[in-house]
T-cell receptor
Framework: GENVEQHPSTLSVQEGDSAVIKCTYSDSASNYFPWYKQELGKRPQLIIDIRSNVGEKKDQRIAVTLNKTAKHFSLHITETQPEDSAVYFC?????????????FGQGTTLQVKP | NAGVTQTPKFQVLKTGQSMTLQCAQDMNHNSMYWYRQDPGMGLRLIYYSASEGTTDKGEVPNGYNVSRLNKREFSLRLESAAPSQTSVYFCAGENLAPPYGYTFGSGTRLTVV
């Protein structure tokens, strides 16, 4: 089955710097790659996603890139702010499933220091 | 507009006790999912339901059962709780329109002593 590896597990940056989180997946048939943000004590919430027919997608300060050949995708946050501090999860959806069943990475705790 | 509602929010069980975690949605989701979240392990899929009346195993189904009695409700049952099932449990529904992906419930924090 699909396996998603996420790095780093923790990331600390200064306010205003950029942050990059990387994920690799194993199932070359996966076609949908979302990113979720989870603030302390809250539920995960979708922040951006990308499909396999697109190489990059941006939404204000966040962007996601996808390299299908290498089977990895990354989240980029620019001009980080303290409110970006949270746990971020990547996920992949195996095409072999008829549903949108998501397999998640282990998570990255991002700390943005003022 | 409730979205995805989970009950209870917190629960403490003794080893061997049983309980059912409830999940209900009003977003017309066809597919619903149960995940558990443990430190350093991300969200792991327990069971899912592609449609009313169907269920299937995920990554970590042992020790759990599920029921999809109707389109709105998808429950998770622990028949004989074990300390290894101490976790935060999330129910989610799959959105059929933008924004795609999942809408999660607020979670159930379960402690088995």
């Amino acid at each position: 089955g699909e396996n998603v590896e996420q790095h780093p597990s923790t990331l600390s940056v200064q306010e205003g710097d950029s942050a990059v989180i990387k994920c690799t997946y194993s199932d070359s048939a996966s076609n949908y790659f979302p990113w979720y943000k989870q603030e302390l004590g809250k539920r995960p919430q979708l922040i951006i996603d990308i499909r396999s027919n697109v190489g990059e997608k941006k939404d204000q300060r966040i962007a996601v890139t996808l390299n299908k050949t290498a089977k990895h995708f990354s989240l980029h946050i620019t001009e980080t702010q303290p409110e970006d501090s949270a746990v971020y999860f990547c996920a992949a959806s195996p095409l072999s499933s008829n549903t949108g069943k998501l397999i998640f990475g282990q998570g990255t705790t991002l700390q943005v220091k003022p | 507009n409730a979205g995805v509602t989970q009950t209870p929010k917190f629960q403490v069980l003794k080893t061997g006790q049983s309980m059912t975690l409830q999940c209900a949605q009003d977003m017309n989701h066809n597919s619903m999912y149960w995940y558990r979240q443990d430190p350093g392990m991300g969200l792991r899929l327990i069971y899912y339901s592609a449609s009313e009346g169907t269920t299937d195993k995920g990554e970590v189904p042992n020790g759990y059962n599920v029921s999809r009695l109707n389109k709105r409700e998808f429950s998770l049952r622990l028949e004989s709780a074990a300390p290894s099932q101490t976790s935060v449990y999330f129910c989610a529904g799959e959105n059929l329109a933008p924004p795609y992906g999942y809408t999660f419930g607020s979670g159930t924090r379960l402690t088995v002593v």
